[in-house]
């Protein structure tokens, strides 16, 4: 009876965790789910030997191996030929054509991840590997086996080779960098390193936790299963039980293929994972024949590869700033370079272990590029460029804006300013205070604070309530139509809810994220305040820092007069309960999801619905009922039109917010 058990459970939860982490669309709760597995996991306890090779407990890791066994790829994995430009297309097109005059281009996504080879032996999954030198690989099998989006068993019993791209997504790379920074470990140079780093730990468990994600494209011997075209393949793949990326397209002309490059090159951003480029390939599977291979990969695909995200330019000098916790950070002056389209002439230098550890010097040639296609970086010097005149870095030892001396706690690599006076900290935690996403006070930006700070009119963050039209008008650039739309934003700030103010208040560690969650579980300001670090930690996403750093605040009497002088002025100091009925908007109680570029940031779309009654998501599924597509809209637009949900236009999910 057991072994029929396990074999349904089995069976059941790998389809489970198909709709859920593939198709996105899940049949079942997370508690059918989890007691499900339980269930499972407890009959594979209590007898081994029932356990099947497509048991979804394999997921979770565990197994340690001592190194990597060497696999020899069946078929080699190739590079692609690289383009930079439309030339270089129109090249490729030419060469194709002079053979194959007949063929259509298929156009996909460059994920930026690691390429792997997945092995199938009468449709259960036995071994998997690298790329490698692409004839030998590594067997990362164990790993491999904790993707969820990889099908253990596939849906129909066949033998079969397939060729993915394992991927760690940008949200998870941010919370894996945020956690290792809490932990005093190296952060994660990018998403991909991240996935390299996770795919080859010796230990399975620790693979598991990071979250990977596969796209599958391509059969190795698509020919041998009766498939003709490379879009036949995907259609295979996803009838098998692969996850395929969306988001690729048939391209009839090398125009059709520029189009399409143009668009991804536009709102690659958008996507929630990295991607560098655009992978051509000829679609017609028996033109490749004809077309062949080089040496170095085959002629008949290439991949575009986008602007170059890392550059080279001169460090010139290097400075520091504070932030609203003290916290001193390095930053080097650049000569400015073109970056992912953007000039940049500042970049972090993080900290003074990460500029010693690399030996980064002043009047340097140096490699830079946008963390996460945003905040400029110096990544490395480039040694071999290196003057006798370039100058070791020296960590300053006071504060640059008060001289106070610097402090660096115990098992951390930042340095603090620790003078509650220090004006360079005070203004940074005003700004921050002031910032969109805490208290989202319009107008008061970084120049204007800094405007009334100088003339003595900010302090502290109550000042803030305290401003009125007769101290700011005689201010320079202080128009009458100025001043009251700012007094305007300063009195509707004090509507913003209690996860705001907690994030707004610049307390060490607290993110906005873990704002947000402890004031759901805590609901009030009070409550906060009153809890033991104990209490806190009962949160799974408050930890010890967090918990001490929020005690340490709430325990110091200047804060809780600051806290005390915003209850005064009329601030939300508690979750609040709405008065009007949820059902008195069209987004009441509708899942919404958000995508492509807006003429209002994501962020004020996600807070106008919530008002208005809508549970925000960030991926579509059967449940989603509204997709709001902005210009650029991709994969999510088109998943959307295939499961038939409303789709709204900037314009109308403005009039139905109005309504």
Partial sequence: MNS???????????RYNHEYHVLDAPTVSDAVFDSLMNELINLETLDPHLKLPNSPTTRVGGVVLDGFQKITHTSPMLSFSNAFNVDDLHDFDQRIKKITPGVTYFAELKI?????????????????????????????????????????????????????????????????????????IDLFANPRNAAAGSLRQLDSKIAAKRKLTLFSYAFVNAQDLGLNTQSESLDHLTHLGFNVNPSSKLCPTIEDVIDFIKIWEESRDTLPYDIDGIVVKVNELDQREVLGNTAKGPRWAFAYKFPASEVATRLEDIIFTIGRTGM????????????????????????????????????????????????????????????????????????????????????EVDHYCLNPLCPAKTIASLIHF?????????????????????????????????????????????????????????????????????????????????????????????????????ELMLIPEVGEKIAISLVTYFANHENQIIIQKLRDFGLKMQKEVHDIPRTSTPFSDRTVVLTGTLAMSRKEAQVLLETAGANVTSSISKKTDYLVAGASAGSKLTKAQALGITILDEETFVKLLNE
Avoid: W
Avoid at 4 to 14: D, S, Y
């Fill in 4 to 14: 029929q058990r396990v074999a349904e459970l089995t069976k059941l939860i790998n």
């Fill in 328 to 411: 001193i950070t390095p930053n080097a002056v650049l000569t400015p370079a073109l970056v992912a389209g953007t000039t940049v002439s500042r970049a972090t230098l993080h900290n003074e272990d990460y500029i010693t550890k690399k030996d980064i010097r002043i009047g340097d040639d140096v490699i830079i590029r946008k963390a996460g296609d945003i905040i400029p970086e110096v990544v490395a010097p480039i040694e071999s460029l290196r003057k006798a005149s370039a100058i070791p870095f020296e960590m300053i030892t006071s504060c640059p804006e008060c001289q106070q001396e610097l402090s660096r706690p115990a098992g």
């Fill in 112 to 184: 930026d991840g690691l390429a792997v080879s997945l092995h199938y032996e009468n449709g259960q999954f036995i071994k998997g590997a690298t790329r490698g030198d692409g004839v030998v690989g590594e067997d990362i099998t164990q790993n491999l086996k904790t993707i969820k989006t990889l099908p253990l068993a596939l849906l129909e019993t066949r033998s079969l080779e397939v060729r993915g791209e394992v991927y760690m997504s940008k949200s998870v790379f941010n919370t894996l960098n945020d956690q290792r920074k809490q932990d005093g």
């Fill in 434 to 534: 002031a910032s969109r996403n805490a208290m989202n006070i319009d107008g008061l930006g970084e120049k204007i604070v800094a405007q009334l700070y100088d003339a003595k009119l900010l302090r502290t963050i109550p000042d803030i309530y305290a401003l009125n039209a007769d101290q700011l008008l005689p201010l320079e650039r202080m128009a009458q139509k100025k001043v009251n739309n700012l007094l305007d934003a300063i009195q509707a700030s004090k509507n913003q809810p209690l996860d705001k103010l907690l994030f707004g208040l610049g307390i060490r560690h607290v993110g906005a994220k873990v704002a947000s969650i402890i004031a759901k579980k805590f609901e009030s300001i009070e409550k906060i305040s009153q809890s033991s670090a104990e």
